[in-house]
Structures are given as structure tokens and as C-alpha cells.
DNA sequence: GTTCGTACGTTCGAAATCGAACAAATACTT
DNA sequence: AAGTATTTGTTCGATTTCGAACGTACGAAC
């Protein structure tokens, strides 16, 4: 556990910051500051769920492993959520893979005080399962937009969500990532992300990606972006649809 | 409400028939019998969610439908689940229609009721967020077989999923139905369907399907398939993961 | 028995995407 | 400075899927 104690004004995560002192005191004395460096598997898919991690800064892809060794992207979580999302429905096993994909740091509490937490407090539950609901959103949308839209939109879509997430206009990021989460092949990012660039939405160059017209992303993207954030913001405040973009 | 008590050794939805007595005591009171006519929409996108239906025979999609206007399936419930899960999230709102597509029955209770319900009984609480966190892997697979898988492996899925819901080895379903289910156009079904059809794993006339080899489909299918029934099982117990085939 | 609506089979050209490959450019290493 | 690994741009043919169309079969209604 921590030694010192963490000043519930000081953090950056989005569900804790929305806590009530009675609810945050239920939770501070078991929070661990943990970094997420790029690419650590926080949690196996198949693998026990230990922990509940709220992302602080960074974000962190969810994803879904295939028989083929494929994996694809199934959701993301950054400041405004948290990972161990089983933890929350009380189970302790996970589907997914949780991948950092823009390191940064967390909270981390264990399984047994997080438990004990929610068991204790009914706001703390009933935030936590309207973040599960948004994030159901978030998968149910992006599952008939993987279905139906085009790469370009999709590849529009993705990179407004991780701009919400990544606190800043330029974030590493290469095609091939970006072709493995959207579960394309790589050139046909190339493509499409040389039409976006080509129209100045984006530029690149080897594995750093600059978001430089926001507002012509929003227009490029499918309607998909605008659902998954209107949900979010219903459900969390608006602060938590786009962390980074309300506060830069 | 209803009339009559409704006894549990009676009740053919699996979340309810999991039910310790007690816990059933604080729905029963609440629960109607309702019919699932074909076609009919449970709860629209947007509307409000005023009711939870468990359901007790038929089978119910879950579509988000896109600006485009067409509707996806992001997931299926039968008698193994319920309809109305936004209200265990704690929330009123859905973003998805659900529509029945084999008719049915279902127990209905009223929000109100079913919130107190849930307040009341902590183990209708945990047995409810485990068919969510199901739900939430069905979706999660699904929406990556969508990237990813052609369409044939995903027409034996869904099939595979409406057998186990259906009751039988006949049901109706058109091709044009399918396709809209998995996101393709019609000739894609028919020429999927065609594919399996003269493997002999199935059958169809004019808007009846019959699964005639089932083992066969189960050959036939993506792993997906195999991945959603085996968490629901691990979740609810073999009896959710397949209602029909393990009863038939 | 005829008519009509729906479901299905099939075709066709067009478009999107795939999968593999290779060249060019950039960073890192030595 | 040279060598190496990685990232990106690009090509190309193959495959899948799309979208529209048309003909046929089945079943219900008159």
C-alpha cells in the first residue's frame, strides 16, 4: 500500500475525481501509483484479473484475440475509465487482452480492497457500472462500425478517440498498429491515412502521428465517434467523453 | 401485476430458475407474463428503458442501427437472458433497439420494482452483472468476427446462436433477415448459405431454416462461437449457454 | 386456376480489401 | 560514416464483397 496519502484533488482519472469524500476514503488507502509503460500487458486474456487499474494518463487498448494470432481492437480506455472492467460485474477472469498503447501512469487497487470498496459504497458501484455501460457502448457501436464502414471513417474514428485520450496533438503511433486494432491489413491504412493527410487532417512521419484539423476529423469520421462520446458524456460527464480535449 | 403466483419450479428463463428462493420472492410479485410477438420492438434506441424482460421462449436481437439506416445485431438474447440491461447498469437509456425475431414469451417487471429488487438482494445483483458481463463478451467477440471473419464462418455462427435459442431444429428466418443480422448484403448470405446447405449441414425453404448437422455447423463456424458459449457457461452455468440444445 | 407478393438463386460489373512484395526513407547502433 | 532495423509508400494480382438487377419458385388470396 501506499505510505503517503493521495490527494483526491490531484487526481487525474475521471471516475475518481467524480467521487464524494466519503467514497474516495473508501478507496485512497489502498491506491498504489503505477506506471504504464508502452506496450506491458496489464491484463492476459484468459488470466486471473487482479486489480483494477484507473488510468491517470496514457491509454490502453482492449483486445480481442483470434485463433489466427490476430487481435483486434474491442475497446479503449484512458483517463476518463479504468481497466479490470470484471472486477466490476464481481468475476475475475477477462476475454481481453489490455495493452498499454500510449504509456502513462495509474491507480491501482487490488481485487480484494476493490471488492470490499464497492461492496461498501452504492455510489462508488453505481459509477462504476455507468462506466461499464458507456464502455458497452463504446464495443456494441464499434462492432457494427467494423462491420459496415470503411476504413478511412474507421481509421478517423480511431484516431479522435485516442486523441481524446493521448493528452496531445502528437502521439507515437505507426500503420501497422493502427491496421491491427482496426483489423484491416497495413496498406489499406497507408491509403486511407494518406487521403486524411493529404486533406491536412494528419500528418506522420515514422511512427509519430500529429492530429493537426480536429474539426475535419470530426467531419471525416462515421457517425460512430459522435454516438460513443454522446454515450460517455450522458453517462460520466462530459468531462470523461474527451479528457484531453476539453482540457487543452 | 399479476394475479396469480407464478411458481419458480415453473419458469423457463434461466437467470430466474437460477434464483435461490428467497431472492426469487422479491420479483415474483412483480413479474407479468407477456407475450413476444414477431417483429415487435421491445425498446427503441434513444427511448426510454422501462422494464426488464426475462425472457422465456423465442429468441430477441439486439441492432444498433446506423445513419445509413441499416441495422446491425450486436447481440442475441433467449431464454437463457434477459432484455432491458441498461436497467441493471442502473441506467434508464439504451443504445440499441431490441427486436424479437422468433416469437415468444417472457416475464416483464416494471423498472421501479426491478430496481428495488436489485437493491434488496445482493445475489440477484451478482447473478445479474454476470449474464451482463456475458452479454459484454458475446459482444466483444462478435464485433471482432465482424472485422475479421468471412462470411461464411459468421453465418454458421449466428445460426448456431438462434439454434440454441430457438427450441427446435426449424425455425423461420429469411436470408434477407441474415444479412442485415451480420452486416452483408443478401447475395452473401445466399451464396453462404448455399455453401452449407450442400454440405448437408443445414436446410431452408422459402423463410424455414433447419439445422440438420449440427456438429457439422459447429465445425463449420469461426472459433467465436465457441469462445461466447464458453463464457456464458463459466458465467451461468452450462444450462445458459445453450438453452435448447442441452434441453433437446 | 390465376394473380400477386415474397423469398430465393443467380448473374454481372464495380469497388473495396487482401496479401505479398519491394523500394525508399528514417532512426538507431556501432 | 556505415550498417541495420524499422516504418512508410507503393505496386500488383487475387479475392472478397458490394450493389443492382433479373428470373424463378413457392404460397396465399381471390
Same mark, same amino acid.
Given at each position: @500500500?501506499?505510505?503517503?496519502?493521495?490527494?483526491?484533488?490531484?487526481?487525474?482519472?475521471? $471516475?475518481?475525481?467524480?467521487?464524494? /469524500?466519503?467514497?474516495?476514503?473508501?478507496?485512497?488507502?489502498?491506491?498504489e501509483?503505477?506506471?504504464?509503460?508502452?506496450?506491458?500487458?496489464?491484463?492476459?486474456?484468459?488470466?486471473?484479473? *487482479?486489480?483494477?487499474?484507473?488510468?491517470? &494518463?496514457? @491509454?490502453?487498448?482492449?483486445l480481442?484475440?483470434?485463433? *489466427?494470432?490476430?487481435?483486434?481492437?474491442?475497446?479503449?480506455?484512458?483517463?476518463?475509465?479504468? /481497466?479490470?472492467?470484471?472486477?466490476?460485474?464481481? *468475476?475475475?477472469?477477462? +476475454?481481453?487482452?489490455?495493452?498499454?498503447?500510449?504509456?502513462? &501512469?495509474?491507480?491501482r487497487?487490488g481485487?480484494?480492497?476493490f471488492?470490499?470498496?464497492?461492496?461498501?459504497?452504492?455510489? /462508488?458501484?453505481?459509477?462504476?457500472?455507468?462506466?461499464?455501460?458507456?464502455? +458497452?457502448?463504446?464495443?456494441?457501436?464499434?462492432?457494427?462500425?467494423?462491420?459496415?464502414?470503411?476504413?478511412?471513417?474507421?481509421?478517423a474514428?480511431?484516431?479522435?478517440?485516442?486523441?481524446?485520450?493521448?493528452?496531445?496533438?502528437?502521439?507515437? @503511433?505507426?500503420?501497422?498498429?493502427?491496421?491491427?486494432?482496426?483489423?484491416?491489413?497495413?496498406?489499406?491504412?497507408?491509403?486511407?491515412?494518406?487521403? $486524411?493527410?493529404?486533406?491536412?487532417?494528419?500528418?506522420?512521419?515514422?511512427?509519430?502521428? &500529429?492530429? &493537426?484539423?480536429?474539426?475535419?476529423?470530426?467531419?471525416?469520421?462515421?457517425?460512430?465517434?459522435?454516438?460513443? =462520446?454522446?454515450?460517455?458524456? =450522458? +453517462? /460520466?460527464?462530459?468531462?470523461?467523453?474527451?479528457?484531453?480535449?476539453?482540457?487543452?
Open positions: @500500500m501506499s505510505q503517503s496519502t493521495i490527494q483526491q484533488s490531484s487526481v487525474r482519472n475521471g $471516475l475518481l475525481a467524480a467521487l464524494a /469524500l466519503a467514497d474516495w476514503a473508501h478507496l485512497e488507502p489502498h491506491l501509483a503505477v506506471e504504464l509503460p508502452f506496450d506491458q500487458t496489464v491484463h492476459a486474456a484468459g488470466g486471473p484479473v *487482479d486489480a483494477v487499474f484507473f488510468i491517470e &494518463t496514457g @491509454m490502453v487498448s482492449v480481442v484475440t483470434l485463433e *489466427d494470432g490476430a487481435q483486434v481492437e474491442s475497446g479503449i480506455a484512458g483517463p476518463e475509465g479504468l /481497466l479490470g472492467l470484471a472486477l466490476v460485474f464481481g *468475476d475475475s477472469h477477462s +476475454l481481453t487482452d489490455a495493452r498499454v498503447q500510449l504509456e502513462g &501512469t495509474a491507480l487497487i481485487a480484494a480492497a471488492q470490499a470498496a464497492m461492496d461498501r459504497s452504492p455510489a /462508488l458501484r453505481a459509477l462504476l457500472l455507468r462506466y461499464a455501460l458507456a464502455f +458497452l457502448g463504446q464495443v456494441t457501436q464499434g462492432g457494427a462500425c467494423n462491420a459496415r464502414h470503411p476504413i478511412e471513417n474507421r481509421l474514428r480511431w484516431l479522435l478517440t485516442a486523441h481524446d485520450r493521448a493528452g496531445a496533438d502528437e502521439f507515437p @503511433m505507426t500503420h501497422e498498429f493502427m491496421a491491427m486494432m482496426l483489423g484491416v491489413n497495413r496498406p489499406g491504412v497507408s491509403i486511407a491515412a494518406g487521403l $486524411l493527410s493529404r486533406a491536412g487532417l494528419i500528418r506522420y512521419v515514422r511512427g509519430r502521428m &500529429t492530429i &493537426t484539423d480536429r474539426p475535419g476529423l470530426e467531419a471525416a469520421t462515421c457517425e460512430c465517434y459522435h454516438t460513443v =462520446r454522446h454515450e460517455y458524456a =450522458r +453517462l /460520466l460527464g462530459p468531462r470523461s467523453a474527451a479528457p484531453a480535449a476539453s482540457a487543452g
